[in-house]
């Protein structure tokens, strides 16, 4: 079975005070809403987890019910870290499952055809993650006055979620870098700890994460094309 965990534990800062950007109402429903209905249609995947701050399990519930979501799901409480929440997620996991997809829970716009991507190589190789070509020209600089060069982006990617893993793989990964009091925000990070190879998957369409207010605009466009 593939499993998804939908990480929602993070705080939001950058949203403004006393924001919870999941639950704002973007094309009709809360962000988190439409995040969970991609999952919940992805043919691919058996059940979803989602990881929430404390507090906040009778809310997400809530959407489940209003929502009439039929996927069999879990709400497990998230952790100091993004990766604590991660760990949280794989510790609640089914013992069938094989695959497991790691999604921002603030990215509603991903299509079925990605997760089902990331499932399909991750499943081959081990560990994959959705990402983009990086198109505009970086620079690199120390004291983010002066420019110290010129990055050649041919090499260069943009990662986003889903990243997914076999569940084997991104538990002794996580567990490598607890083990070494790391401290990741991304989890193809870890695989690279344990000499994990990831696979790129192209996103092809839109896939952005609410995270500034500005952001609104564009996800609120793309989720009413869904």
Known sequence: MNSAILVAAGKGTRMGAGVDKLFLEVAGRPVVAHTWQRFEDAKCIGEIILVVRDGM??????????????????IVAG???????VWNGLEALSAAAEVVAIHDAARSCVSGELIAATVKCAAESGAAVAAQPVT??????????????????SRLWAVQTPQTFRVG????????????????????????????????????????????PGDLPLVEALLRKF
């Open 57 to 74: 399990q009778p809310a997400f519930a809530e959407l489940a019910a209003k929502y009439d979501f039929k996927k069999p799901f879990r």
């Open 79 to 85: 952790g100091a870290e993004r990766q604590d929440s």
């Open 136 to 153: 505009d020209t970086i620079k690199e600089s120390a004291d983010g006055k002066l420019i110290e060069r010129t990055l050649d982006r």
């Open 169 to 212: 793989v991104i538990r002794r990964a996580i567990a490598a870098a607890r083990a070494r009091k790391l401290c990741l925000t991304d989890d193809t990070a870890a695989c690279e700890l344990i000499g994990q190879p990831v696979r790129l998957v192209s996103c092809l369409t839109p896939n952005p994460k609410v995270t500034v």
